[in-house]
């Protein structure tokens, strides 16, 4: 691969930035795009596209295979962006990195490849309320078939983790505590570090859902202390259908494999087969290797935009459109917690926010409404669903303004209050 | 922005700040519950059926302003008359709300104004939730309100 990364900016340019996504430069119906469900998906800089189409046009062979010259350059790029990955989340060694498809492919290989080992009648798994389905669903799953219960630590009414009720539900009989590092419905950081010094105090492993943080603030996987984590390509301005799952080498190697196949075994007779070192004995198949490699160009932009930089400014536009949304009459703000990032939930006083979606899609705005894949919380707000503004690297205040005055417009056509 | 005004009409605003038949029966005869898991709307649906005809009809859930206006104008439009005709508006609205944009549609009444979604494919499920769950209700047994 070509591609290399562009020199470490000094100062954060947002409007550098937004020249990189060549998405951002169309219009919706005549206005222009602006993207504000960022939480969804975040969009593709110009170095991620030209990095899955140089890999396609120049490179393209299957990894860890032929002698031939096109399978090492392949092989060569998959593990150079699995070296990226490493070093983003501050991994000890690649062998700690292993590809998936998503966040919900690598929550499931701990479920069933970790959890279920340990889980027997009485187990616990304990989760928090404000998570995703998919760090709901495979640990129902799981636990329904080991016969094992799943315990909800509470959240107060700002969205924050109540920590002490935490700590009551861990003890001899967790096997695994699995919580959000932030909330998709509601912005909310938990406090990993505490969280993860609280399950240890018990000898209890900890997961933590990474889909969220990873493209708001610096991970540091070694620095929390957690026993895996896992994140996410497409929300790290990277290309769909790659993930990535951090896991303890201690803890990766006493696993057994997640799914079977080609790469992740040693060798294979009728009688048995053993089992490739890691972390290819949980990368069964062909994996994803454009999108691997297209992570890792994904990652490397965002380390030369500068993490701290893109959080610093998103922290600007969040309190930003905070401050607007909540002067709108009839808004009201859905989490509220005070460590949070990126997510502007709302709810307007007598209308539904599938009509405020539709109406502000009409001036161009993009948002989520609906349940966010998060029902309980909803139910724990009291609402059906929720309007989601969400913020990236190039959002702009300029882009609050106009979600503000496309709500105004949504008062306008339907009533309401 | 005409479209949205072809979507949100008056009388669907109208319809959606004070639905029509909203609440539960005493003594229904015929219930489903009607699910958008697209956007969360949730919707219950009562009658009574009494002699072949839709005798009374009631509504409950919390939905979109397509989706309430559409129940409460579902409810107004089958109260009183024969199933047999509630099921033949069931197919004329489904063919309203699936035709393209732009091409004529049969003049439905009250029901015509809900042709603007047309122009909005993800809020055709909206319009349609309610009748969808009128056509489960009437697909069921009688059940009794003891239930």
Redesign the interface.
Known sequence: MTTVAPARRTEFDVARVRADFPILRRDIRGRPLVYLDNAATTQKPQPVIDALTEYYAGINANVHRGVHLLSELATDAYERARETVRAFFNASSTGEIVFTRNATEGINLVAYAFARQRLEPGSEVVISAMEHHSNIVPWQLVCAERGATLRVAPIDDRGDLILEELERLIGPRTAIVAVAHMSNALGTINPVGDIVRLARAHGVPVLLDGSQAAYHLPVDVQAIGCDFYVATGHKLYGPTGIGVLYGRRAQLDAMPPFLGGGDMISSVTFERSTWNDLPYKFEAGTPNIAGAIGLGVALDYLRSVGLEAVAAHEQDVLAYGTEALSAIDGVRLIGTARRKASILSFVMD??????IG??VD?EGVAIR???HCA?PV?ERFGV??TARASLAMYSTREEVDVLVRALLRVRE???GS | MSDLNDLYQEVILDHNRRPRNFGALESPTHQAEGYNPLCGDRLVLQLRLDDGVVADIAFEGSGCAISRASASLMTDSVKGRPVADARALFERFHRMVTTPPDSPVEDLGKLSVLSGVREFPVRVKCASLAWHTLKAALDREARTSTE
């Open positions: 007598g209308i539904h926010p599938h009509d539709t109406v009409r409404t609906g349940h029902q909803m059906p669903a056509v339907l009533g």
